[in-house]
Structures are given as structure tokens and as C-alpha cells.
């Protein structure tokens, strides 16, 4: 068994390839298990978002989205959104619940579609709300545990892999503990690098 840790976090486009590169290779391979180690690139940002080009110069980010665009081609990724960011504390502790219940591939999914191809503020849990029902949960029991902070220490747990694995940036693949896979490219060629 190959065990897989990826660093990751909703709001951040790269990770939407990170994570449908970590979906079809779960579907190819029944022998690879794959946790999800919530990274918050933003736990201080305004629950209204805001708007990268308050934090990006317009030429880089048009530069990475060529990039990204490039890379997320290959999974039928669509990115109408490439200029507002949100706030993915709630968000994250959902994805928590999701897992839970078994459903965290189809909740993150919705999730990165949420906030890229429909450009909807996850800061807002109505939006989060939405996003779990789409995906069959139980919105009441979500947003119950949510309040009660039973997610809150898987949370911290994360932030303290983030400085045991000194990820940083997302998305991180660490490989049975020991490889850290960073780089993203092509599937073939970055399953290669993870895998061999």
C-alpha cells in the first residue's frame, strides 16, 4: 500500500489540478490510500473575500493562469474565476464532515467547481451549505458539528504537519512519509515521480 498525504487548500487553483490528479490516480490504483491535510493559505481573510489583484500584480497572475489553464485542460477544468479569493476555514471543516461520511471526493469537488467555475464565496455557509447538500449530506448534523468544533483539532493536527513536513506551498504530495512531491505537470509524468 502507497500512502499519500496531500497538503491542500480549496481557494487555491493549483490544488484543484492536485486534487483530480489525486482522483484519477485513486480510481487507477486500489492500492494507493490518499489522506487530505486541510492548508489554510488564508485563515485571516474577511469572510467577503477578496480580490487577488490586491495581492498580485495583473501580469503574474495572468501568467499563472496561463499555467494553470494549461494544466487543468487535461481534466476538463474550468476556470471563469481567476480573480477573487475566499475565506476556507468553514469550508474546510465541511470537507472534514464530508470525509467523515465518506463523500469527501464528491464534496471537494463541488467545492472547487464552487469556487472556480461559479465564482460563489465559500465564505459564506450558505454557500458551504449548498455544496453539502449537492453532495447528499446531512446539512443540519454539518453544520452542528461544525459549531461544536468537532473538526477543530484535525485542524490543528494539520497546521502541525504543515511545519513537520515543512510544506509550503500547495499542493504538497508527501509519498509513504519520506518523498515530497511539489511540481505539477502532466499526470503521466507526475504519477511517475510520485510513484517511482
Not at 109 to 134: H, M, Q, R, W
Request: aromatic share 12%.
Amino acid at each position: 500500500m502507497v500512502n499519500i498525504k496531500i497538503f491542500s487548500d480549496f481557494a487555491c487553483p493549483f490544488c484543484y489540478i492536485g486534487f483530480s490528479i489525486a482522483d484519477k490516480l485513486r480510481k487507477e490504483n486500489s492500492n494507493i490510500n490518499i489522506e487530505w491535510i486541510p492548508y489554510i493559505l488564508d485563515s485571516n481573510l474577511s469572510l467577503d473575500g477578496d480580490d487577488l489583484l490586491n495581492h498580485i500584480p495583473r501580469e503574474q497572475l495572468d501568467m499563472s493562469y496561463r499555467r494553470i489553464e494549461r494544466l487543468g485542460k487535461e481534466y476538463g477544468l474550468i476556470y471563469n474565476n481567476k480573480s477573487k479569493k475566499f475565506n476556507t476555514n468553514r469550508l474546510h471543516l465541511a470537507a472534514l464532515y464530508a470525509n467523515k461520511e465518506d463523500k469527501y471526493y464528491e464534496f471537494a469537488k463541488e467545492a472547487f467547481k464552487t469556487i472556480f467555475e461559479y465564482g460563489k464565496n465559500v465564505g459564506d455557509p450558505a454557500v458551504v451549505n449548498e455544496i453539502g447538500l449537492s453532495t447528499g449530506l446531512n446539512i443540519v448534523e454539518m453544520n452542528n458539528c461544525i459549531e461544536e468544533g468537532t473538526f477543530n483539532k484535525r485542524l490543528e493536527e494539520g497546521r502541525n504537519l504543515i511545519s513537520i513536513y515543512e510544506v509550503e506551498s500547495v499542493p504538497t504530495f508527501i509519498v509513504d512519509d519520506k518523498k515530497k512531491v511539489e511540481l505539477l505537470k502532466d499526470y503521466e509524468k507526475f504519477k511517475k515521480d510520485l510513484l517511482e
